[in-house]
Nanobody, 115 residues
Framework: QVRLVESGGGLVQAGGSLRLSCTAS????????MGWHRQAPGEQRKLVAT???????TYADSVKGRFTISRDSAKNTMYLQMNSLSPEDTAVYYC?????????WGQGTQVTVSS
């Protein structure tokens, strides 16, 4: 099974930026879809952004124009660049890899945005 490890979370002031990384234990070149999800306290986990093996991307309406998802197959790593952060972006962020026979999740990284 693919193992995913997120990093890059932390505490940032509103208006600031963070870049999250998700490093896989295997080559991600052929993984069909990778994505970022987030879960705020008391809420369900929600999809933030996805990227396919052909680099097609989708974003939740709440992050469009502020977040950018990317993947670097040479480094087996996916990224989420987050700009113009607001307190509403506070959550635990999880990465996911989805492909035939693969549905892997990372352990999550906390992002806290102070007002």
């Amino acid at each position: 099974q693919v193992r995913l490890v997120e990093s890059g979370g932390g505490l940032v002031q509103a208006g600031g930026s963070l870049r999250l990384s998700c490093t896989a234990s295997t080559n991600i070149f052929n993984i069909l879809v990778m994505g970022w999800h987030r879960q705020a306290p008391g809420e369900q986990r929600k999809l933030v952004a996805t990227i396919t093996s052909r680099s097609a991307t989708t974003y939740a309406d709440s992050v469009k124009g502020r977040f950018t998802i990317s993947r670097d197959s040479a480094k087996n790593t996916m990224y989420l660049q987050m700009n113009s952060l607001s307190p509403e972006d506070t959550a635990v962020y999880y990465c996911n890899a989805l492909s035939p026979g693969i549905n892997a999740w990372g352990q999550g990284t906390q992002v806290t945005v102070s007002s």
